[in-house]
């Protein structure tokens, strides 16, 4: 008796739950999902949200954040679960596999031409299979540049940043300072291992530097196993033989204590600098061109993008792009978009649209940004394609077994190689299937 | 060697005694205090060099910071609830199926029992999948529901229970049967009373598991209205990425209450667990 | 007829079939509740493994791949290797520690000595905080630079150390945490063991002229064999299926050097949609567990029998 009742408590309990959720869907309501999550993102969020609402009386927007980490297991899981949010942002990378499973809307011609007209194109690339067909509005454009305090390259003895590899390995290793303990208390170029992004970006802007690639031109072989890539993680060696890096000082926690000399890092780091007690904004945090490997000829690049998207289940596509568009497009000449302004103010990125970079181009020129904004035209998109985030995270791996002295150059990029075109295979025998 | 030992004097092992448990003890309880500590510092201090082992003020105002970004009410309340109802189902559960397989004798019990045994061993993760494929069919994902009724039955609380229902004797069910009372009767006035302890010790290792579950709540919940605390905990991981002593803050929130309400129950928690070592 | 193992004989009185019928009554829930959320997920999962599959295409559109998936995490898959060396390692570590100290202390506190609440209490703390806290607490604690174990170390003049940075130390540092949050629960199971050991059984050993030590290897350690056999086989089960710790601690990093099993999986299926070969995983897993388990119960109860 005790277990039906209690069983029937519990599902009426469900059944109330349920329906208290299901009262608000009045008119046309959409949920968006996105990772940024702070308090002050969440209500710069909302804000754009409830001017859409205002303008747009039949539609409700509902925001849901989840952390970066999870953004993709998310995003998953809530498709499996039937459960999709209309409206996604996410990292470009994953594009190619959320393409091949069906996850995503076409968007309209209207949007297609939009885009067409207002973003680079090597950013729109960046959101875009290798069929040339693009799946939404790309937003943040973030290129890497070498970040270096300026008071330790001083007191090292440098007045100006590295430009080729062996200034950063003396520069490096002149920075990096042993205690009376013999232990290191300051390192000259910082690493960020345990992120995914934080070590394959970095890897890649000095590989492209050096003149190499990541993937071959039609995405369907790795190539970052060459002569050029070699080197460059031999770089990275003698870096960590040397002194001149050390993994377990990272440069991420570190950098803004002033205790690393340099780091290769995106420009939305603004506002972690800014609030930085141990280096000063002003005065202190240089931004410079990536160093020129042996094998380059001229400093490159990374840039990673992110892009909104519709989900190709949800029973609202017109309204989600609708809103899409509203947030991205510029309303009145020269006032920028609703995302641009947020992703310029409230984030310190740079935003893909051209109006956009016009209209907050005061905000972004201070010494830190206004130098991102300069290799954002030059830096080379990273290269998607389906599994691509899984050989990210092979090569992140032995990059980080190289930094801890656990394997060669040679030995690391091999097997990397080897295992990543087999993923390039097996997707393409899949596409195929 | 017994010789040794009684040749020592007696005081210097008794000391020594004490000096092993206080040193373990500190090891213990020092990285709570470090986090209190922490916790009430400013970001400057937590990375002033040399380090400063004290704040120069307090800093309280870490924690009103914290209850401004994170909604920590909310936090215990799921934690809570959740937790709650997943004790109260399985205390029921595994009791109504130990007492029939320890009392009671029909066809297919061995076998059934047996196969409750087996599941025992299976990692968590085998069937991780395959449940949020089954919540999701029920439209249990991102709802209370779904976190909480895979969790409701419990192979090893049906094991537990019957261990304990064994000892329960025959002659008093019988006696019960004799004045009139039905078997949901018997189970409810005769057999429940007597097995109290082993429901608290079954309560007690229900409800540790289900408030730090971590990997179940963060596939299956999407909204952070829903989020139980080690989920909010995880948040803070991100959020408070550059600022520890936020972090300590917030952590400390979340695990300082539960001490506070162990060391109030602990003669309950500490009997329940001994138990399971014992009879498991 | 006679009722075989399996199959008792069904009661001819209506009592005593009444009364089977409340049996199923008592059982149906519980056991329906775990066929639906434990037997049943366990068949598709094996269905899984034998497939491709990223989650997001339809279920009965997986493309079949029989075995592959196993063979190339036996022969191929490097991290799922390194991780199941680093998961045995964590492991008998982990076990190894808990049971020696575990035993040690519980002996501590079984002697004449005051305040043994109080002790109890202070030890059990960290078994009931979440392992997501504890995370949380001790990747400041080991913190290269400002935890506050390099600040002791340094200040005693000795070299600062990466801990969970570093890639010889950070697996022994998880293992520590693992230790630090368990050890209270085994001091309390063998502490209820030993109090379980009547008297009677020390005082013949001294009739005898048996001293501590032999005491302790004669009468404690045989009697204890079967709370010993609870402490390694749980212990051990929980071991080889840590999560929590290393996702909040170092996530696997540097260089895999702290993967585990679990967490290998769990992003073999999240981050590269790969449902078939993590549910291969987990059967693998498995059947080690299996294995494992086997073992030290055939190991433990046989020498119990012996003595």
Known sequence: MSLKRSVLVFLSLALVLSFGAATLAQDTTLTMLTHWGTEDQLAAQQAIIDAYMAEHPDVVIELVTVDFGELRAKIITGRTAGISADVYHFYHLWLPDFVNAGVLAEPPQDSLTYIDENVAQGTIDAVSTSDGQTWGYPTEVNPYLLVYNKRLLAEAGYDAPPANWEELKEIAAAITQVDDSGAISQVGLGVMPGWDSGIVHPFSALLFSNGGNYLSADRAMAEFNSPQGIETLQLYADLVASGGTDASINGLANFPSGTVGMVIMAPWWRATLRAAEGVDFETEVGVAEIPVGPSGDAPSSIAYTWLFAVDSSSPNKPAAWDFIHWMNAEHNDGAGSAIGDFLVNALGAIPSFNHDQAAFADSMSDHYVSAFVAASAYARPEQIVAGGQEIKTLLQAEIEAVLAGMTTPEDALASVEMQANAILEEQRMMAEE | MSKDEHSLPQSAARALKYLVLAGGAFLMVFPFVWMMIASVMTAGEIQMRPPVWLPAQPQFDNYSELARSIPIGRLYFNSLFTSGIIVLGVLLSSSLAGFAFAKYRFPGRELLFYLILATMMIPFFVTLIPVFFIVRQLGWIDTYQGLVVPGLASAYGIFLMRQFMVTVPDELLDAARIDGASEPMIYWRIVIPLVKPALATLGTFTFIGAWNNFLWPLLVLNSRELFTLPLGINSLRS?????????????????????????????????????????G | MKSSWWMPDIPKSAVLRRRMFWAYVFVAAPVVALLVFLAGPILFSGWVSLHRWDMLSPVGDMPWRGLQNYVFLLTRDTIFIKALGNTFLFAIGGVGANTILGLGFALLLNSRIRGRTVWRVLYFMPVITAPLALAVMFSFIFDRNYGVVNNVITALGLPRQPFLSGPHQALMTLIFI????????????FLAGLQGIPQDYYDAAQVDGAGNWQAFRFVTLPLLRPVMLFVVVT????????????????????????MTVVLHMYNTAFKFSRMGRASAMAFILFAIIMLITVMQVRLLRDRAYQD
């Open chain 3, 235 to 258: 212990n051990t089960i929980g071991a080889l299926q840590v999560f929590d710790l290393v996702f909040a601690t170092t996530g696997g990093a540097p260089a895999n050097s702290s």
């Open chain 2, 239 to 279: 959020l408070y990425a550059d600022n520890t002593n936020l972090l300590m803050a917030g952590t400390a929130v979340a695990v300082v209450p539960m001490l506070l309400l162990f060391v109030f129950l602990q003669r309950y928690f500490i009997k329940g667990i001994a138990l399971t070592g014992l009879k």
């Open chain 3, 178 to 189: 693992a230790i630090y949050q368990y050890v209270g629960y085994y001091i309390v199971i």
